[in-house]
């Protein structure tokens, strides 16, 4: 590979890294070439981009991408995948998903909305994984309740009292 194709690869990554919140860093070594475009299918079905690369050149673009990546450069042995979503939860799901044929891809690690998640182990909670908006939603779905519900009761109250009103108007004529 010359220095251009490198640099092209390097700004490749840089421009992934920086466009996409939740990167994976996976081993997917030992998968056959036909099991590797079974996963590349799954994935992209999930909405998940994959990119192999030399662990070289993705330091290099860490480094330009400017985040604080933790202890993720520290997973960057051996064979190393890169998958880039825009749904935290989607590689991992897509991962576990795959995982029931087989034992790889790997999970090496995580970096989701500047959160650093080493380890296999983590790919089940990854999957569980809710995001900023699902927490905001969980919260205003929480906080509406107590005033659907008075509301509701006020309603109902209401019509209760009104219909007692009106008989006890009716009655005294």
């Excluded at 079974?38 to 994959?50: E, S």
């Amino acid at each position: 590979m010359t220095r251009e194709e490198k640099q092209i690869v390097i700004d490749q990554l840089v421009d992934s890294l920086n466009s996409y919140e939740f990167i994976y860093v996976t081993d997917s070594s030992e998968l056959t070439a036909n099991t590797n475009n079974d996963l590349r299918r799954l994935l992209h079905k999930n909405g998940v981009k994959m990119q192999v690369a030399k662990n070289t050149l993705i330091r290099q673009a860490l480094v330009r991408a400017e985040k604080d990546w933790g202890e993720l450069t520290d997973t960057l042995k051996g064979t190393t995948a890169l998958l880039f979503a825009s749904n935290p939860k989607a590689p991992a799901i897509a991962i576990k998903d795959f995982r029931k044929k087989g034992k790889k891809p790997v999970l090496k690690g995580a970096y989701l909305d500047s959160s650093v998640y080493i380890g296999d182990d983590q790919l089940d909670s990854l999957a569980k994984y809710k995001s900023k908006e699902d927490l905001i939603g969980e919260i205003i779905g929480l906080l509406q309740s107590p005033a659907k519900n008075v509301i509701s009761s006020l309603k109902s109250g209401g019509a209760t009292l009104s219909g007692l009103l009106k008989t006890l108007s009716e009655k005294e004529n």
